[in-house]
Every structure is written in structure tokens, then in C-alpha cells.
């Protein structure tokens, strides 16, 4: 039910879960990611006491400490917020090793590889188009997705690690059937209909952008950033359920950052054509004007669906599958300074950079 945006009926049998079992703690973490209400306040009793800590495996405590920042958040008393995020990233990363060098590693791998290939000439053959929106965990992909995805005609795919997959085909097959070919084949076993339009969100495809630019015909890029320090406190905060493990650590976020943005900055310089600039912070602010250019640069007919992607009643699976059920609104910008000295480490690197020498104010 939530991940179809049915959020009152997700909670009114998340609410019925813990009264069955007060002590199984995943819908506890699922609850403290929805609108918060003067009801609520008795289970958020318990999940604040001592006694619910008893006899809970790391696991389980990580979701509580995440599920009390997340309602502090919501109180306003950010401190605490901080200290309990501090306390559940820092369990976390005693589970799940930081794959920080591994992503920097592959990004530059990647880059020397799209060097090496020759741009394939694709023009005379028949292909759907394929729109992959790239970028940062948090950064406005998932919004992003829903505005286009209000076409009838886009097939949304979500985040779903297919241009990997097809990749390693092609170089295992040493390149005898085409990366563009493969990944058509990858499409279609998806996709029981006929499709002329793809979005695939799988983020982390924006170390292929050279790649996807050289080999896949028909393909556009839009790669989603926003506020460098608004951006790693929401990886910080988010609890991935799988993967993402860097988001526990700030320094590790911060360098992830720095590298998809170094990496993007080379293939833009190289295939500005295929590849848009989408700034989540001016989309929030000026939604009309920021939408209306993306669905220009689409080159598709206007309509006013696309202002609200709100009403997209597309399933989402992604840990912005909440907020992207509210009309678009800039709440969430400039939120990091309310975090400012938890965020102490992050800045230390972001502001050494000359574009963001002036966040720290």
C-alpha cells in the first residue's frame, strides 16, 4: 500500500502490526516516515523507551535509532535527531562496510573504458528511446522519474540495474552482439507490452554516461543534483535497505559527491547534447519554469499533468516513496543547517572546493 501511495491504509495496518506484536520493530520505522499525528503518540512512547531496546539484535537497533531521529526530526529537536542518527550510522557501519573506494575505483575504470570505445553509429537502425535519469541517492531522481512518467507513452522501469547487466554481456561476449542490442534484449524480458519510451533509475549509471552516450542510440541522460550538503544529510538519514553502505559515514558520502560530480563534469564536456542538467533546488522552487524546460528538452508536447507528479499512481520502491506522494514543495532545502555540527566532517571537504567555499554560511 505504500509503495501505490495508499499511505492512511499503509498505516493504518502498520499501526495494527505493532498492537499484535509491540515488539517487532520494522513498522516502527516504516511509521516514523509518515505524516506524524497526535494518535501516535503512544507508540512513539515505547519506541523511545529502554524496555524496547531489550533483547533487540544490531539490526533491530538500527531501525530504532533511525525511526527516533526520524520523530525528532519531525518535533523539531534536531540535536537529538542528530544524536540518534549518529548513533544508528555508526551500528550500521560495524554490519555493512563503506564501498566507497570500490564506486570512486569503477568511476574512473569506466571512464578509461568509454575512451577506448568508438562511437557506434546507430542512425539507420529502429530503436526506442531510452531515458536514463542519473545521479546521487536523495538528489530528485524518483520526483524526477514521476514528472516524466506522466507521458503515457514512458515505460518507468525504476531502479533496476539492467545497463549493467548487458554491459558485462557485451564484454563477455567479447563485444560479438552490441551493447545496444543486448540491452534491448534486457528491456523486452522486463516489459511483456511494446515500449516506446524507457526511463531506467538505476543512479548509479552515471558512471556509464560515456557508455550509455557512445553505444546506446536514441538515449537521454538526466543527471539530478542538488545542494551538496542538503543532499549527504539525506543519504545520512535514509537507512537504505540495501546497499548504499558509504551513507553511514559523512566523509565517505561526501566523497562519493565529489566523485560522481568530477565524473559528470567529463561527460558533459563531451555529450552536452545528450545529457541535461536537472538542479533538484530550482525544480522545488520554480517547478513550472524548471518542468516546462526538461519537457522542452524532451522534445515532447506540453500538458499540465506534468506539475503533478504527485497524482502518478505508479508504484515506487525507492526511500523517497513517501515524500513523492506530496505536491512538489521546497520544504527539504537548507535542512543541513539545521545539522551543521554533525555535518562538521562533511563540510570540511565539500568547502575546500572553490564552488563551495561559501557553504558554511
Known sequence: LKTIGRLKEAKILLIKTIEINPNYVKPYFA???LQYEISDKKWHKYLFSEQFLNKKNDKEKINIFFARSNILHKEKKYY??????????KLKLTLYSSECN???DRSQNLLNESEKIR??????????????????????TTLVESIISMNKKVKDLGEINIFE??????RAFNQKMTLAHLYMQELKQLLEEEFSITTNKWLYNYQYSGIIAKEIPNCKIVHCFRNPLDNILSINRANFENGNYYSSSLVDSTKVYLDQEQIMNIYKNKF???????????????PHKEIKSLINWLGWTWDDSYLSPNLNERAVYTASDIQVRSPINSKSLGGW?????????????????DKYKNLKY
Open 31 to 33: 511509521l516514523s516516515k
Open 80 to 89: 537529538e535527531s542528530s544524536k540518534n542518527l549518529q548513533i544508528a550510522n
Open 102 to 104: 570500490l564506486l570512486i
Open 119 to 140: 562511437k557506434i553509429d546507430n542512425t539507420q537502425l529502429s530503436y526506442p528511446i531510452s531515458i536514463f535519469i542519473i545521479g546521487m541517492p536523495r538528489s530528485g
Open 165 to 170: 547487466k548487458a554491459y558485462r554481456k557485451s
Open 272 to 286: 552536452r547534447q545528450k545529457i541535461y542538467d536537472l538542479n533538484y533546488d530550482l525544480l522545488v522552487k520554480k
Open 337 to 353: 543547517k539545521k545539522y551543521k555540527e554533525m555535518l562538521r566532517p562533511a563540510m570540511e571537504i565539500i568547502t575546500k572546493k
